[in-house]
C-alpha cells in the first residue's frame, strides 16, 4: 500500500485505468478509427484495454495497438508478429500459461504479469503524435495506480520508455533509453528497457529473439 500511496502523491489520477472503447479524446486516433470501422466493421476498431493479473509485479509497456493486431482483435499484441515474440517469451519465462493461438479468445492467461500500451488506440502508420500521447497519459497513470504490487515496468521502445518516466516525474536525462537497460525508479522499483518487439526489428537484426529472452531472464531473476 506504500508504493501505491506514493505513486498517488506523484502523479494526478485524472480517470479509470482504462479508456471508454470509442474513447473521442483525440480527433487523429478517432477519424482513424472510424475509417477502419468503415473498411473493416468486424474488428475490434476501439481503445485496447489492458490484458493480465491485477495483482502483476511486472507491467509490460507497449507502444500503442497495431492495425492488423489489438486494434483487429481487441487484445494487446494480439494477431501481429510483435505478439508472436512476446508471448512466446512470457511462456518461455514463466510469466504465461496456456497456447498463444493469435486470438483473444485462445485461452491464454497472464502470470504475475500485465500488459498495456502507452497510447490506447491504434494510430495511423504506428505513429502517435506527442499530443496523442499525452492526452493518453491520464490512463496510463490510472493503470499504474491500479496495481498495487508492482515492482517492474518493462518499456518496449523510446515511447513507452517516455511515458513511464514523464508519469512518474523522472527526469529523461537521468534515464536514458537503451536496450536491456535496468533502471532504479525509486520505492523499490526498476524500469527495464527493451527495443520493441515488431517485424521491423527483428527484420533488421536490431532486436534478436536473443536478446529479447536476456532482458527477460534479468527480470525474472530481479523477482526471485
Same mark, same amino acid.
Given at each position: 500500500?506504500?508504493?501505491?500511496?506514493?505513486?498517488?502523491?506523484?502523479?494526478?489520477?485524472?480517470?479509470?485505468?482504462?479508456?471508454?472503447?470509442?474513447?473521442?479524446?483525440?480527433?487523429?486516433?478517432?477519424?482513424?478509427?472510424?475509417?477502419?470501422?468503415?473498411?473493416?466493421?468486424?474488428?475490434? =476498431?476501439?481503445?485496447?484495454?489492458?490484458?493480465?493479473?491485477? =495483482?502483476?509485479?511486472?507491467?509490460?509497456?507497449?507502444?500503442?495497438?497495431?492495425?492488423?493486431?489489438?486494434? &483487429?482483435?481487441?487484445?494487446?499484441?494480439?494477431?501481429?508478429?510483435?505478439?508472436? +515474440?512476446?508471448?512466446?517469451?512470457?511462456? /518461455?519465462?514463466?510469466?504465461?500459461?496456456?497456447?498463444?493461438?493469435?486470438?483473444?479468445?485462445?485461452?491464454?492467461?497472464?502470470? =504475475?504479469?500485465?500488459?498495456?500500451?502507452?497510447?490506447?488506440?491504434?494510430?495511423?502508420?504506428? /505513429?502517435?503524435?506527442?499530443?496523442?500521447?499525452?492526452?493518453?497519459?491520464?490512463?496510463?497513470?490510472?493503470?499504474?495506480?491500479?496495481?498495487? /504490487?508492482?515492482?517492474?515496468?518493462?518499456? +518496449?521502445? &523510446?515511447?513507452?520508455? $517516455?511515458?513511464?518516466?514523464?508519469?512518474?516525474?523522472?527526469? /529523461?536525462?537521468?534515464?536514458?533509453?537503451?536496450?536491456?537497460?535496468?533502471?532504479?525508479?525509486?520505492?523499490?522499483?526498476?524500469?527495464? $528497457?527493451?527495443?520493441?518487439?515488431?517485424?521491423?526489428?527483428?527484420?533488421?537484426?536490431?532486436?534478436?529473439?536473443?536478446?529479447?529472452?536476456?532482458?527477460?531472464?534479468?527480470?525474472?531473476?530481479?523477482?526471485?
Amino acid at each position: 500500500m506504500a508504493a501505491r500511496a506514493s505513486l498517488r502523491a506523484k502523479t494526478t489520477i485524472a480517470g479509470p485505468p482504462e479508456a471508454p472503447p470509442k474513447c473521442q479524446l483525440c480527433p487523429r486516433l478517432v477519424n482513424y478509427r472510424q475509417t477502419n470501422e468503415r473498411e473493416e466493421p468486424e474488428w475490434f =476498431n476501439g481503445a485496447v484495454p489492458s490484458f493480465g493479473d491485477p =495483482n502483476a509485479n511486472l507491467l509490460i509497456v507497449g507502444l500503442a495497438p497495431g492495425r492488423m493486431g489489438a486494434n &483487429r482483435t481487441g487484445r494487446p499484441f494480439t494477431g501481429d508478429y510483435a505478439g508472436e +515474440l512476446l508471448y512466446s517469451t512470457l511462456l /518461455k519465462f514463466g510469466f504465461a500459461r496456456g497456447t498463444y493461438e493469435a486470438r483473444p479468445d485462445d485461452g491464454l492467461h497472464l502470470v =504475475n504479469c500485465m500488459i498495456t500500451n502507452a497510447v490506447r488506440c491504434a494510430p495511423p502508420e504506428n /505513429k502517435p503524435t506527442p499530443a496523442e500521447i499525452s492526452q493518453c497519459r491520464q490512463f496510463f497513470t490510472a493503470r499504474l495506480a491500479e496495481l498495487p /504490487k508492482l515492482k517492474i515496468m518493462l518499456a +518496449l521502445g &523510446r515511447i513507452a520508455h $517516455d511515458q513511464a518516466l514523464t508519469t512518474l516525474g523522472l527526469p /529523461k536525462a537521468k534515464f536514458t533509453f537503451a536496450h536491456g537497460a535496468r533502471h532504479d525508479i525509486g520505492n523499490g522499483r526498476v524500469l527495464y $528497457d527493451s527495443f520493441h518487439c515488431s517485424r521491423y526489428n527483428t527484420n533488421t537484426r536490431r532486436l534478436t529473439p536473443d536478446m529479447f529472452h536476456a532482458v527477460f531472464a534479468a527480470i525474472r531473476s530481479d523477482l526471485r
